[in-house]
């Protein structure tokens, strides 16, 4: 203890008896590389919306440690390209660009925060941990729906830049299949229900395959998304944009 209580000395100025300034400036730095806004998951507007659907597609919730007694973990990794989205996203959180991480090619990010922190709000949107096999009903209403489906197709969603004029696939999104069954349901719900089929993957039990196989189905959805403020990733939306000029 009188170890102790000498270390703490030597943290503090002699002269007036606060924490050393140096000191306090480098800690109160690190911890603001982690910090992030905690009611961000709570809040219901589009662009929450959009952000978790996106996490819905490209998050992955997982404890941090001795089964979740340090807590919990956000964990999104993307392709290096898409870099900006990512950055984009930690200025919505509110957390510092420097909290990402660089590998070979890719980019990611770690949010941390005690037990429920973050769980409880984003299980409203349906993301809860091994989402890839379980699947929970996210409660969106019919106003943020668009914005929802925007961030989950930029998630894991292509759309197709060239098909012929009659035929062929416009968008698809990828998924387990009860996720893909809701999509469905509930682009149905906006007014998009024709040309919207589900196939199971190739060789694959785990997903299915959403197709949204119109030109009207996919202009009425674009027409919807476009108009909102959201930061949807211009390299696919732009494809859509070229295609039904093309039409």
């Given at each position: 203890s009188g170890l102790k209580k000498a270390v703490k000395r030597s943290m503090m100025n002699r002269n007036d008896g606060r924490r050393n300034p140096q000191l306090s400036k480098t800690r109160s730095s690190s911890?603001?590389?982690?910090?992030?806004?905690?009611?961000a998951f709570s809040k219901r507007d589009f662009i929450t919306a959009y952000w978790c659907g996106f996490l819905m597609a490209d998050g992955c919730l997982q404890d941090n440690g001795r089964g979740g007694k340090q807590g919990e973990?956000?964990?999104?990794?993307?392709?290096?390209?898409d870099l900006p989205h990512l950055e984009r996203f930690c200025s919505y959180i509110g957390l510092s660009k420097d909290a990402i991480c660089f590998g070979k090619k890719n980019v990611y990010l770690k949010i941390r925060?005690?037990?429920?922190?973050?769980?409880?709000?984003?299980?409203?949107?349906?993301?809860?941990?091994?989402?890839?096999?379980?699947?929970?009903t996210p409660e969106v209403s019919k106003r943020l729906l668009p914005a929802y489906i925007a961030g989950w197709i930029d998630g894991d969603g292509y759309i197709h830049p060239t098909k012929p004029r009659k035929y062929?696939?416009?968008?698809e999104i990828v998924g387990n299949p009860k996720s893909m069954l809701w999509l469905q349901r509930n682009l149905k719900r906006i007014?998009?229900?024709?040309?919207?089929?589900?196939?199971?993957?190739?060789?694959?039990?785990t997903f299915s395959i959403l197709?949204?196989?119109?030109?009207?189905?996919?202009?009425?959805l674009w027409n919807m998304i476009r108009t909102l403020d959201i930061?949807?990733?211009?390299?696919?939306w732009d494809n859509l944009g070229i295609l039904l000029d093309r039409l």
């Open positions: 911890l603001r590389k982690w910090w992030w806004r905690f009611d973990v956000l964990v999104i990794n993307l392709s290096q390209k925060g005690r037990l429920g922190l973050l769980s409880n709000p984003l299980r409203k949107w349906g993301i809860v941990r091994r989402k890839t096999k379980i699947f929970r062929g696939t416009f968008i007014g998009i229900s024709k040309s919207v089929n589900i196939r199971q993957r190739p060789n694959c039990n197709k949204i196989g119109s030109r009207n189905a996919c202009e009425k930061p949807i990733l211009s390299r696919k």
